[in-house]
């Protein structure tokens, strides 16, 4: 790393959280170099000389950094800590025995369960997150009712949900019935309840929501619960798929 870089990926690389989280905490002037706060978030600092504090606590750069992947169960928190005391999925990583400083990468919802990834590493953490790099995330959802071709249709093409038009996606039909049906979606966006709410448009209420790939990463050896470190051959395909090689 160059000794002269941005502030805002400085802190990302150092495991305080995604870059567009440190960008926050810049914003909220929570972030002093050498003692002066920091108001412009394009503003380098010297790693090698400068000394930066969040919140009055120097901030020290991460000596390795570590990516697990959890698949994570329903009902915990996709988030560092709950204010509610609810359990959380870095509460399941300390447990595990993986205790530096990890975040969780973008979020699902208490109730939906599946795929997810904890780092250190802000860079990462914001390419796979920001909608314009363009990685896709692969879920499995069952929804009441029969659902129509046409629904399909609508939900592929982008659904209006007021505050935001979905992008285009792809949706596959695995099995219907009168009762449920069962797809396939791929997104590369991840607005907070997205899923659900396209569904919801249509008069189809989500039962179970999995979310079953990262790219064209799967992680098909991971039980509710489970949580490991990539292997060299996943870090890998991840970086090349955020281009980071």
């Known amino acids: 790393m160059s000794p002269k870089i941005r502030i805002n990926r400085f802190l990302a690389s150092a495991g305080i959280g995604s870059r567009r989280n440190c960008e926050n905490l810049i914003r909220e002037g929570r972030v002093q170099v050498n003692g002066e706060t920091v108001s412009e978030l394009a503003s380098f600092i010297d790693t090698d000389s400068d000394l930066v504090n969040v919140d009055g606590k120097p901030v020290e750069q991460v000596a ?3 990516i697990l992947v959890i698949n994570k169960p329903f009902g915990v928190l996709s988030t560092v800590k709950d204010e509610r005391g ?3 999925v870095i509460e399941l990583a300390r447990e595990m ?3 530096k400083r990890l975040f969780p990468v973008g979020r699902l919802d208490m ?4 795929l997810l990834l904890l780092t250190n590493d802000g860079d990462l953490a914001y390419r796979l997150t920001h909608p314009r790099f363009k990685i896709e995330k692969r879920y499995f959802v069952t929804v009441r009712g029969l659902i129509e071709d046409r629904t399909v249709e609508a939900i ?5 949900l007021r505050d935001y ?7 596959k039909v695995i099995g219907r019935s009168e009762d449920s049906s069962s797809l396939e979606i791929r997104l590369k966006e991840g607005k907070k309840r997205q899923i659900r709410r396209m569904f919801a448009e249509s008069g189809h209420k989500v039962l179970e929501l999995r979310r079953v790939a990262l790219g064209d990463l799967e992680f098909s050896d991971l039980a509710p619960g489970d949580i490991r470190p990539l292997t060299e051959e996943e870090e890998f395909r991840l970086r090349e798929l955020t281009g980071l090689l």
Not at 156 to 160: H, R
Not at 165 to 171: F, K, Q
């Open 64 to 66: 390795g950094k570590m």
């Open 86 to 88: 609810r359990r959380t």
């Open 97 to 99: 025995g993986y205790g």
């Open 111 to 114: 109730d939906t369960t599946g």
């Open 156 to 160: 592929e093409t982008g659904v209006d």
């Open 165 to 171: 038009v979905t992008i285009p996606c792809t949706v």
